[in-house]
């Protein structure tokens, strides 16, 4: 609890317009999914839950998977990673809606990505593949450049 704390209190920075880190369980986001609820993240309890259809991408080396470096993200999404010893779980993955874009509504497809790595092992710690998804999304959605100083 005081790491998700820590983090959570990093993920602000120091402005207030970045999305909140926001955790739930396996379990619940699935059910949540099958219910049509549409929520892809939520907080500790059920008036911290963020109900927009954001689509899925999830980092992880499994069959099908896209590699990071020719995936274009949507503007708009939500990074998925796994625990460091086993990833995102099977259960996680085969909740996600992997079809084409949904025409009625426009939202887009989740993902499934994989980081490209040469040689044998091909897994990197976590916060490594977090840090390199999250470099190649806003590589691609620049936004505004707040690390130069006016």
Known sequence: ?????????AAR???????????????????????????????????????RQLPVIAVETVAGAQPLS????????????????SGVCREAIEGLELSLSDQHTGRSADA???IPLPGVHHSLNVATALAIALYEY?????????????
């Open 13 to 51: 920075g120091l402005q207030k317009d970045y999305m909140p880190l926001q955790t739930c369980s396996v379990a619940q986001w699935l059910e949540r999914r099958r219910e049509g609820e549409g929520v892809v993240a939520c907080g500790n309890s059920d008036a911290n839950c963020d109900s």
């Open 112 to 114: 499934v990505v994989y």
């Open 1 to 9: 609890r005081e790491t998700i704390a820590k983090i959570k209190r």
């Open 138 to 150: 806003r590589r691609q959605w620049p936004g505004e450049d707040t690390t130069r100083k006016a």
């Open 70 to 85: 020719s995936f274009q993200f949507p503007e708009q999404c939500i990074l998925m990673v796994g625990s460091e010893d």
